[in-house]
């Protein structure tokens, strides 16, 4: 069973970037399509992107296109979610999610594996 460990949100303002980090421990890395999901107040969970195992396939969702990227890092048990352009209605909690799928899920229903999400709030 793999263990995931969200990092680097915080409190930017519209048009920074951030990156966001996700530890993965406990199983194969190179075994699990990975994804991010993201979580404001009151409202539903929110696909964000996802990564096949071989990293070669990425799905993003609308809101994102053209200002994430996600990425495996070299070690391989880590992936990144590069945000650039920021907007106030990015902020939400953003969580690090896997599954044993080869699909690019866009569904939190997808995911086994869930990480305790970290906080990235944009002002305006």
């Known amino acids: 069973q793999v263990q995931l460990v969200e990092s680097g949100g915080g409190l930017v303002q519209g048009g920074d970037s951030l990156r966001l980090s996700c530890a993965a421990s406990g199983g194969v890395f190179s075994s699990y399509s990975m994804g991010w999901f993201r979580q404001a107040p009151g409202k539903e969970r929110e696909f964000v992107v996802s990564?096949?195992?071989?990293?070669?396939?990425?799905l993003y969702g609308d809101s994102v296109k053209g200002r994430f990227t996600i990425s495996r890092g070299h070690a391989r048990n880590t992936v990144y979610l590069q945000m650039n352009s920021l907007k106030p209605e990015d902020t939400a909690v953003y969580y690090c999610?896997?599954?044993?799928?080869?699909?690019?899920?866009?569904?939190?229903?997808?995911?086994?594996?869930w990480g305790q999400g970290t906080q990235v709030t944009v002002s305006s």
């Open positions: 990564l096949s195992r071989s990293g070669g396939k990425t």
């Open positions: 999610a896997a599954t044993w799928s080869y699909e690019l899920g866009p569904k939190p229903g997808d995911y086994e594996y």
